[in-house]
């Protein structure tokens, strides 16, 4: 039992702490008794030392006044009544004898019989002067001999002898001996006293403390916090010990939540899973895997493999099973039947369990029923073959659509040629008839004709341009334009349908940011055509209005937002999800009441999707609709996007006359650009004010009456009157005050503005808003028309002669090759060439003039394509051919003459300087004599809208690259590469035509003509007069 507890005590941690503090205090101890005592010794061999000289002094100060023998043994008998000093002898050197001995015995004896040995040696030493001292310790004895040197009584004197001390130390040794042992007892019961505090303190702080942690411990079995009101290292650790346990309930709460979640899995997912041991004992298994055997958990655990399994599966599943314990993986596929007889497929994985020591402890089981898969397999395998029977239907079936897709698209291409090829002979004759004199009931019924063929063309763009926008052939552009320009000239163009309907449209901009953007200006004005046009076309009574507004996106692009708002006939709720399916209408009633092909709504979704933008409508039947659209734009670089409102309106308007909605409406507008507006009825109650509008009643018969209304008021009143009138009253009044400033209804912005400005009114400058105005045509223009129709010809000769320009015509392109080839000189400026001709089409006709077959005087004369095509890539297979530009049949004259306004822009004059022909000065128009024929800076100016600014930057910019391009050209030369040298010609050209530069362009399109060609004699040949004409033109810029 002893041994026990002193086992239980040799581990405890009180044990395990006091002996290391026990040892410490006893090494500490010993080592401060070695030093006391090596102290002691050194203090009593002093004290020896300190006394043996003490017996030397009183020996010499005794014997200084007299110094006979005498004397000298009774001195050293007194010095040896000293209790310590146990003999003291004095010995003559000269004389070899001992002169004194306390013991008295030896008295004139020789040393070595009254000495032992060693001391007499010690004593021959000394009176040999070999050492002045000599000391030898024996025990506790210590015998000391040295010299003293006292008065020779019969010399009188200093003589030298040798004194013999010998002095016993043991009293000394016990004295210091004892004091040790007081000392270090001391030491010791100091410590022990510690040790004892210690065991009582360590007790306290630490056994106590650990008993309750240890306590409390057993009593919660490690599973629950415990408490200790400490705050030293103690509480430090319970709470560390609670954190713990803490985390641990936590992960054991998490895992066994996870064994759930697994358990569930287990039995959840449709496979079976079980564990075998080594000994081929069940010792996992799931639920699924239980249904299959149809047995218990209890009847399966622990049991043998085969003696669960069915033999048969038993059987077959056996190899694997050797394999598997072996330490491979097996993968294999079983068929077996089931309780009906049924094939059951299973997809059997067994994986096996290696321990740490490299043996299998068992393997897992994963067996997933395959038998639906494998019945779905061959359910496949006989719907493959009936799908590769259906893919050859579906191939030969993809075929013809691409077949009929092809086929519509040579239809509408060809449709496109054959209907505008008669369509050109029918508007352009009525629209030569309707120049000539005419009887009322013939304009009316020329009238009726244009409207009908306008119509029949209208619907043939609708169809063209759905079906280019269907096949993916429609083109967006992007180009820079002024949005109030093109809101005014669409409002101006349905002006006269709102007057003949009597309906009023009101246009709000009051949001809208930003003027000039960067997109299709066309494109928006075709859906502007649709929608305002579906608006005036069911709307019997009421108004429209037209909002338009953008702001700027995150992204630096400016997002267009459009409203068409009308008072209309409304639209079902069902029928509106439908309302932009193609040649889709509201019901069959509309067709045959209001016409139309269902497609204007269509193409106007499709446009909006093009641009990056959407359409929608909200309706209500006898109500009226609300279609709003939106387009993504960009901003033009430069400064054109500031705030182009300010400053508009004057700060104070007055409107007066009628007061109806328009009124309202162009009061908020003008109170959105910073005015302040008021609305009176009458003249007599009219505030200070800076503009009055004085808005004319509609009624024809009030009309003169207004009119003098308003000229009184105009002449009363200081402030400027402006009449607000309506279609027909602005042609009425234009009429008769064509100079004076007035509005019309609807709204026309640019005229506002105008209107509202502080300058006259014809002074006004509209570089900004109006269209640049084009040159004049040169002197006696001559063209070639190249064209088979008949008919075509003759619209084509009417158009023209109407222009005042000559024309000859060739039947088709071999004709057109003849003409030129027949002529002397340069007799012709430009050539109309239709495209598809018998013989020889404008295409070929087109590369053989270029090639210089026609003349080289004709290589670079501008050849304009004449064709019926409407598809995408005509205008580029024109280009392509080496045509400049490209019209559409019905030729219309408005478009001819722009076309001839831009290409035939050359005087005569300059036409022949840079052909290398003098100018003939008679013939030559009066705008040559002051025009430059270089570079014609009014018009590069009208093409920078009068921005002087502008037109230098581009003319810096200008000069730069042509330098570039000079360079690109004389090194083409030098390598004799066509290919560069028309490159570089090109852009030369390109730019040159943008800033009015005709010469150089003319010249260019020349060498051009050579480069495409392969002609490097003839580009040779001008090389040095179009180096000097570039430097001439470059030298005008500045």
């Known amino acids: 039992m002893w041994r026990d507890y002193r086992d239980k005590i040799a581990q405890g941690i009180v044990y395990k702490l006091n002996l290391a503090t026990l040892v410490c205090a006893l090494i500490i101890s010993s080592f401060i008794a070695l030093y006391y005592y090596e102290e002691m010794t050194e203090r009593t061999e002093h004290q020896v030392n300190y006394e043996i000289a003490q017996v030397s002094v009183s020996l010499r100060l005794a014997l200084e006044a007299s110094t006979d023998f ?14 310590s000093i146990k003999r003291l002898v004095l010995f003559d050197p000269r004389e070899k004898q001992i002169v004194a001995d306390n013991l008295g015995q030896y008295l004139g004896s020789p040393l070595m019989g009254s000495l032992e040995p060693e001391l007499a040696e010690m004593v021959n030493h000394v009176s040999d002067k070999q050492s002045s001292k000599e000391v030898w310790r024996e025990g506790s004895m210590v015998h000391q001999v040295q010299q003293v040197y006292l008065i020779a009584p019969e010399l009188q004197r200093l003589r030298a002898y040798v004194l013999y001390v010998r002095y016993d130390a043991s009293e000394i040794e016990a004295y210091s001996f004892e004091e040790l042992i007081h000392y270090v007892g001391i030491l010791l019961l100091g410590f022990a006293i510690l040790l004892t505090v210690n065991l009582y303190v360590q007790h306290r702080v630490l056994l106590e403390p650990i008993g309750r942690i240890r306590r409390q411990i057993e009593t919660f079995g490690g599973q629950k916090t415990i408490n200790l009101d400490s705050e030293d290292e103690f509480g430090v650790l319970v709470n560390s010990y609670n954190e713990a346990v803490i985390a641990r309930n936590q992960k054991q709460f998490e895992l066994q939540k996870s064994r759930r979640y697994i358990d569930n899995i287990t039995n959840v997912i449709p496979i079976q899973l079980a564990y075998v041991d080594a000994q081929g004992r069940y010792r996992f298994i799931n639920k699924h895997y239980l249904q299959w055997l149809g047995k218990t958990e209890e009847e399966v655990l622990e049991q043998k493999v085969e003696a669960v399994l069915p033999r048969d599966v038993y059987q077959l599943i056996k190899p694997y099973q050797l394999e598997v314990l072996a330490g491979n993986k097996q993968v294999f596929e079983v068929e077996t039947l089931d309780s009906d007889r049924a094939p059951r497929f299973f997809h059997v994985t067994y994986v096996p369990d290696v321990g740490d020591d490299g043996m299998v402890e068992g393997y897992f089981i994963c067996v997933e029923d395959l038998t639906r898969m494998k019945i779905n397999e061959r359910k496949i395998e006989s719907y493959a073959q009936e799908m590769e029977f259906s893919n050859l239907a579906l191939s030969e079936a993809r075929e013809k659509a691409e077949v009929a897709a092809k086929t519509k698209e040579d239809f509408l291409a060809c449709m496109s040629h054959e209907i505008r090829t008669p369509m050109n002979g029918v ?64 409002v101006q163009s349905v002006s006269l349908k709102l007057e003949e309907r009597n309906l009023p449209l009101f246009v709000d901009v009051t949001q809208l940011d930003f003027r000039f953007v960067v997109g299709d200006p066309s494109r928006l004005r075709q859906i502007l055509v649709n929608l305002v046009g579906n608006a005036i076309k069911f709307t019997e009574e009421g108004w429209i209005t037209l909002r338009l507004s953008n702001c700027l996106t995150a992204s630096g692009e400016v997002l267009l937002s459009c409203e ?31 016409g139309g092909t269902g497609l204007g709504l269509s193409i106007a979704k499709r446009l909006c999707e093009l641009m990056r933008g959407d359409i929608k409508v909200k309706s209500q039947q006898e109500v009226g609709s609300i279609f709003s659209f939106t387009l993504t734009q960009q901003l033009p670089d430069g400064d054109r996007f500031v705030d182009w409102r300010e400053g508009l309106s004057p700060a104070r308007v007055t409107i007066m006359g009628q007061q109806g909605a328009f009124e309202r409406m162009l009061g908020d ?24 509008i004085y808005s004319f009643a509609p ?11 308003w000229r009184q008021l105009a002449d009363h009143h200081k402030a400027k009157v402006l009449p607000l009138l309506s279609y027909w009253q602005q042609i009425e009044f234009e009429k008769r005050d064509a100079r004076v400033a007035h509005l019309g209804k609807p709204l026309n912005i640019r005229q506002l503005i105008r209107a509202l400005s502080d300058q006259p009114y014809d002074d006004v400058s509209e570089s900004a808003i109006e269209p640049i105005v084009k040159t004049g045509l040169p002197d006696k223009p001559k063209v070639l028309v190249v064209e088979d129709n008949k008919v075509n010809q003759m619209v084509a000769l009417g158009m023209l002669q109407q222009l005042g320009v000559e024309a000859d015509v060739a039947g088709n392109g071999r004709e057109a090759l003849e003409v030129l080839s027949a002529q002397q000189g340069n007799p012709y400026q430009l050539i109309l060439m239709d495209c598809l001709m018998p013989e020889m089409d ?15 005087q004709f290589c670079a004369v501008p050849i304009i394509a004449l064709t019926a095509n409407a598809m995408k890539g005509d205008r580029e297979h024109c280009m392509r051919a080496g045509m400049d530009d490209y019209l559409t049949k019905p030729l219309v004259l ?16 300059n036409y022949e300087v840079t052909l290398g022909h003098d100018p003939d000065p008679i013939e030559a128009p009066a705008a040559a004599e002051t025009a430059n024929p270089l570079f014609d800076r009014d018009s590069a100016l009208a093409l920078m809208s009068g921005d002087e600014a502008l037109l230098g930057e581009v003319l810096q910019v200008f000069a730069e690259e042509m330098q570039r391009h000079r360079q690109g050209f004389i090194e083409g030369i030098a390598a004799a590469d066509c290919d560069a040298i028309r490159t570089s010609v090109h852009a030369i050209k390109g730019a040159a035509s943008n800033l009015s530069m005709i010469a150089l362009v003319e010249l260019a399109r020349q060498v051009e003509a050579d480069a495409r060609r392969g002609d490097l004699q003839a580009v040779l040949a001008g090389r040095e007069a179009f180096l000097e004409l570039l430097e001439d033109t470059l030298a005008c810029c500045h």
């Open 842 to 856: 404008g295409f070929h006709a087109t590369a053989a003039i270029r090639e210089g077959v026609g003349g080289r």
């Open 564 to 594: 068409v708002e009308d008072t209309g006939i409304g639209i079902a709720e069902e029928k509106l999800a439908m309302l932009f399916n193609p040649f889709i209408q509201v019901d069959s009633s509309t067709t045959r009441m209001f």
């Open 699 to 709: 009624q024809h018969e009030a009309f003169d009456e207004e009119l003098s209304v």
């Open 70 to 83: 005498s004397n000298m043994r009774r001195v050293i008998n007194g010095l040896a009544a000293q209790g």
């Open 669 to 692: 507008l003008l109170s959105s650009w910073g005015a302040r507006v008021n609305y009176l009825k009458e003249e007599a109650a009219i505030p200070e004010t800076d503009v009055t």
């Open 427 to 490: 508007i352009g004759i009525l629209d030569l008839l309707s120049e000539t004199q005419l009887s009322p009931m013939q304009k009316r019924y020329v009238d009726v004709a244009s409207g009908s063929a306008d119509s029949l063309l209208s619907l043939l763009n609708d169809i063209l341009d759905f079906s280019k926008i269907e096949s993916g052939k429609f083109e967006i552009e992007a180009i820079e334009f002024d949005l109030v320009e093109l809101l005014d000239l669409f």
């Open 894 to 909: 408005g478009d001819l003459k722009e076309c001839l306004y831009r290409w035939l822009s050359l005087s005569q004059q």
